[in-house]
């Protein structure tokens, strides 16, 4: 970090500020309304010298502290409010991870507007939709994805270059805003009364269909934060990197738990793996985010080694392999396995209906699995758990007859697969204008998730596919996901992904497409044939035949979404055609 750096005028708070917002008249002494824009005001009054957010891997790096910090998002709210935003109203931010996403999650809530984070990775078509759906009434928007915005817009932008500096088009709208406020600062902003009124409004990206919006709450996002950070351990002296976009359903509510904890925030706009090993090695980080897929990027990274202390990895957004758990822990990164539902994701004819906020369901650790080898006891760690703080009973249960709602649990017998749905405080409020999907996705009562799932004996819950990933093989039912587990446990596998192909005898069988590791690839040049027959043996002593794959084929790399899922919907579009 430079210590050339300053932060602008107009971000640094008068002596003796307030740090309270007005509050609304006749609420009762014994009730307020949550509120995640709490954290921040009480982060800036207990710590406010403390380091809350570090930007450093960029052309003017930038810092802060709680207090300077908590009047920059102040500033935001006031320069939104100045520029006609009224309360509900939503505020579109296209970026990578940065302070403007990180201000825009406090500071559009200041001003009691709706913050909608879109994903950098769309289409400018995606992109377009998503403004004309939201109705965003301003957009805050990063210098380098400017070219993602449609012509002739008629709303307003604010561009940020990223720099922190005056003259920066973003920091004059801050200065603009505490010029605006007349210095009455947070007693001049006043507290929202309804802790059901929208948090944010996070949209997802599809191949098919129109992208969906889903609405959380204030409520909702302040109690996911609260778990996350006490079933994270994230506390005073935690470091958390942001490798998981902060766009990407909130950033699963980090954005708010980090500051609840009083952790210390490193942004990195890029998922870079030479980065994220400098700062796990350098800069004392604590916790980190991430789905399968980059995990899987930073334990075969060249730079990868036993850290000097242990690193804990929250992961979500698909289920990680046994192998996968068991090759984090051999370098001192401690999984914390979660699921979390957290977005709908379309994709021809594969539907993924996820939360919205977050994980809601953790794998914990049993004292009786400390005698078990790293294999056996990874494949339990891969379960997706049991339910954690502020989040209700996650069930397992038969899929409902036609023109029925009743939802009728399955056995707890680790075998027979069912549907998870739950339902609580940390489940989406609602698709954003569109009631049908929404009565859909709530039949029975429940939130419906669409992940197949067996209930094991002690409560515990273990996803095994998703409804349109099954095999069907000689009417024998294959989980793809099994399949990918056991074949992950191969030394030269890095990466792979099953999908159903047409046989003539059975109807179906599984087809593996694999991405080697990077020490193995000169081992089988040449030779994928042999490494072929090489996997179908590893296969057949852990797989029952039906399961096992009838094709193997090593490819460089797999289609993935935006946000690292694999896109079977690609692979089956490959395999529709051999």
Known sequence: MSSAFRPTPASLPPQNAGLMLRQPNGLPANFQPLNPLQFILRAAEVYPDKLALVHPDVKYPVSYSFAVWCQRIQ??????????????????????????????????????????????????????????????????????????????????????????????????????????????????????????????????????????????TLRGSYLAAVANAYESKIHLESTYLWILPMFHAAGWTFPWANVFAFATQITLRTVDYSLIWKHFLNSAVTHYCGAPTVQIGIVNDPAAKRLPRPISAIIAGAAPT????????????????????????????????????????????????????????????????????????????????????????????GKTVGEIVTRGNIVMKEYFRDPEATAKAFRGGSFNTGDLAVWHPDGAVAVVDRSKDIIISGGENASSLAIEQELASHPCVLEVSVVARNHVKWGERPHAFVILRPKSIAKWKGRHEDFEKDLKAHAKGRLPGFACPEWVQVVDELPKTSTGKILKVDLRKIVAKL
């Open 75 to 216: 500033n935001l709210a006031y320069a939104l409010i100045q520029a006609g935003i009224k309360p509900g109203d939503r505020v579109a931010v296209i970026a990578p991870n940065s302070p403007l996403i990180a201000d825009a999650h406090h500071g559009v809530l200041a001003a009691q507007a709706v913050p909608c984070p879109i994903n950098t990775r769309l289409k400018p078509s995606e992109v377009a939709y998503i403004l004309e759906h939201s109705g965003s009434s301003i957009i805050l928007v990063d210098h380098e994805y400017v070219h993602l915005l449609p012509p002739n817009l008629k709303v307003r932008v604010i561009v940020s270059n990223d720099t922190g500096r005056p003259g920066d088009p973003y920091e004059d709208f801050l200065s603009s805003g505490r010029a605006f406020s007349q210095e009455r600062g947070w007693a001049g902003l006043e507290y929202t009364t309804d802790e059901n009124a929208p948090a944010t409004l996070c949209y997802t990206s599809g191949t098919t269909g129109r992208p969906k919006g889903v609405v959380t």
């Open 322 to 413: 046994a192998s996968l758990i068991a090759s984090l822990e051999e370098i001192g990164i401690q999984p914390i396995h979660r699921d979390g539902r957290h977005q709908l994701h379309l994709s021809a004819g594969r539907l993924q209906v996820y939360l919205q906020y977050g994980p809601f369901t953790r794998n914990f650790t049993q004292p009786s699995w400390a005698s078990l080898s790293a294999q056996e006891r990874s494949k339990f760690m891969a379960r997706q758990g049991h339910p954690f703080a502020t989040a209700q009973d996650a069930r397992v249960v038969y899929p409902p007859e036609d023109g029925s709602d009743t939802l009728v649990d399955v056995p707890r017998d």
